[in-house]
């Protein structure tokens, strides 16, 4: 079976970047993670559908959608994870439009978590709260889901709190880096998981290289896919409509 693979950057994705992605892994990435903060914003850490959407279309390479405001996630503030919360659904549909990702059995999203600013129970609550209210109105399901390092025992314990409080996480994307190494793979279900990672939590993706560097100095992080919720996990995933294309 051939692994399930991805890439994800905090810059505007190239065919230059495709290219040296797709050497690496032997393979095209089947998704690229690109970051989502708020409508209209124009740093090229953040998706920029003018550039980007033509591209992911063309090669038929699904977006991740990753929301970014890691710095908010600590903050036992629930109304500022509601907030957030809205701020992403309203940039994610903004660009892919609500028409294009109503069709979609549901749009995952993970919450960007570092080891560094761990998760809070609090903020979850109201992130996700606001992600799925800010999809309903327009007929959009979003699927809250967490990146976090897999050695990241706050991170998971402070979810596991969120989820006994009523509040959903779809999926988690753990950091398991062990060397620069490629292929990434296989999937190893007895190693790839979290400290305190809730039972009920599907594992779906496992960072296994961070901050790859090319011969332009640009970052690559490269990421397998869970055999056991590839099916899950893809249908998610959001391939830009042709309608967006120029």
Known sequence: MVDCVGIDQARTASAS????????????????????KDPGNTSSIQYQANLESDFFNTNNIKVLPVGRQTANVSEPDSDLGEQDGGDNA????????????????????????EINNPLNHVYYQGWSAGLIAGGSSQNVTFAPCVYGHHNDGETWSELGKALSAGSIC???????????????GPW???RFTG????ASVRV????RVLDFQDSEHRAYDFNLVNPAHQDWLLPRLVLPPASLVA
């Open 204 to 207: 779906a993706i496992a960072q």
């Open 170 to 184: 779809g999926a988690a994307w753990i950091v398991f880096m062990d060397s620069m190494n490629f292929p990434i």
């Open 195 to 198: 400290k305190n990672m809730p």
């Open 188 to 190: 190893q279900p007895a």
């Open 17 to 36: 970047c495709l290219h040296v992605a797709t050497q690496k892994l032997g393979q095209q990435p089947v998704f690229w993670g690109r970051y989502f």
């Open 90 to 113: 309203a940039a994610i549909i903004a660009t892919f439009g609500a028409d294009h990702l109503s069709t979609m059995p549901e749009v995952a999203v993970f919450l960007d978590a």
